[in-house]
């Protein structure tokens, strides 16, 4: 997993799960459409990656299909990096 993608996860674990939830996230683990992370919780994931990276993700850009796993998150961010 590369650092980018290992930042997003410790930030997702972190934040949104309980110490004793012994649930293991990967890459591609439903974080949305698993309750993990709430609506709530994606706005300040999001602001968290914005400020992190230097970036700024368009409302319209941050949907729940967007931030649904590690992946996609990692996708959506690395789009607005290279723009």
């Known amino acids: 997993m590369d650092e ?3 930042t997003i996860l410790d930030y997702v674990v972190s934040e949104y799960l309980e110490e004793d939830d012994d649930r293991v996230i990967g890459e ?3 974080l949305i459409t698993g309750g993990i992370v709430d609506s ?5 994931l999001k602001r968290f990656l ?3 990276y230097g970036i700024q993700i368009p409302d319209a850009d941050a949907s729940p299909e967007a931030f649904d796993t590690v992946n996609r998150i990692d996708a959506l961010v690395e789009r607005f990096i290279k723009s």
């Open 40 to 44: 709530f919780s994606m706005v300040s």
């Open 28 to 30: 591609d683990t439903p």
């Open 4 to 6: 980018r993608k290992q």
């Open 50 to 52: 914005e400020k992190k």
